[in-house]
């Protein structure tokens, strides 16, 4: 176990070991991990007193997290207002109050699988990561930062800093569902975020974002095709149908021990209207009856 005093001791101990080296902080997924026998770090990195990386912070039209900001931090800011309540609904599913007390939103996104809530949420915000070395930082936005189940674009000398995601204006919202066995305490069977902007004076959807825990692989991604079939419509009954049956031919599921693809594609298509419904009754006030 190798404890960093500071930001350089870290960056420069990364630099000279770049195999077998995990970063841990609160260790709520990597424990785990470790105890079925998925990883074996030679030598685990314990960050958790680094607190330059915990904040919440508004520069440049921007909502900036630290990584080592946890989600009940996340939360509980004063800048995480009615705009992001987003957030609280991810965090009333996340877990309970040891987990949502100790999880951070680094380890969710370097965690990169199907399981991480927050990560649909800010592939739809349009979110960016920014990742530091000895030789410097660098920003890639998440979408591309998450290549594939556990892996990430993070290099071995490098670690991820921060998150950040543009600011939310009058005219847009963000909404998330979860379903599971349970509420909460539970790996979702299928979650899904969405992201639209509604041009006032027309009523027509100007721009969305819509990405689920999985869509194709099995890792959170944008369900692009779907939002082809929303942008520029008036939302109601038959163009959230319409919109249904287009994820309904995008989604690539597979089944497992916890649902069958048929049940998690049924599953998808119905949060995708909820989330939908949400984002335009948060903009406007109106609901939409399906």
Known sequence: MFVPESMDEL???LDTHQSGVHIIANGTDLINRIQRKQVNPKVLVDITG????????????SIKVGALTTI??????????????????????????????????????????????????????????????????????????VTG???TGLRPNEILVETSFPELDADSACSFEKVGMRNSLIIAFVNCAAYLK???????????RIAFNRVIGKIPQRARDTEKKVKGKRLNEQSLADAAAGLRDE????????????????VACAILKRTLRSCVEKISGEKIIV
């Open 50 to 61: 680094l607190r330059e990386l915990k904040y919440v912070k508004k520069e440049e039209g």
């Open 149 to 151: 189940k556990r892996t």
């Open 72 to 145: 009940s931090e996340l939360t509980a800011s004063s800048l995480i207002d009615r705009r992001y309540d987003v957030m609280k609904e991810v965090a009333r599913r996340f877990g309970g109050p040891s987990i949502i007390n100790m999880a951070t939103v680094g380890g969710n996104i370097c965690s990169a699988s199907s399981s991480e809530d927050l990560l649909p949420v800010l592939l739809v915000l349009g979110g960016e990561v920014k990742v530091r070395s000895i030789r410097g930082e660098r920003t890639a936005s998440v979408e591309n930062f």
């Open 198 to 208: 509604m041009d006032k004076g027309s009523g027509v959807v100007a721009d969305v």
């Open 11 to 13: 960056l420069q101990f």
């Open 251 to 266: 989604l690539k599921l597979t089944s497992d021990f916890r649902a069958s693809e048929e049940y998690r594609t049924d």
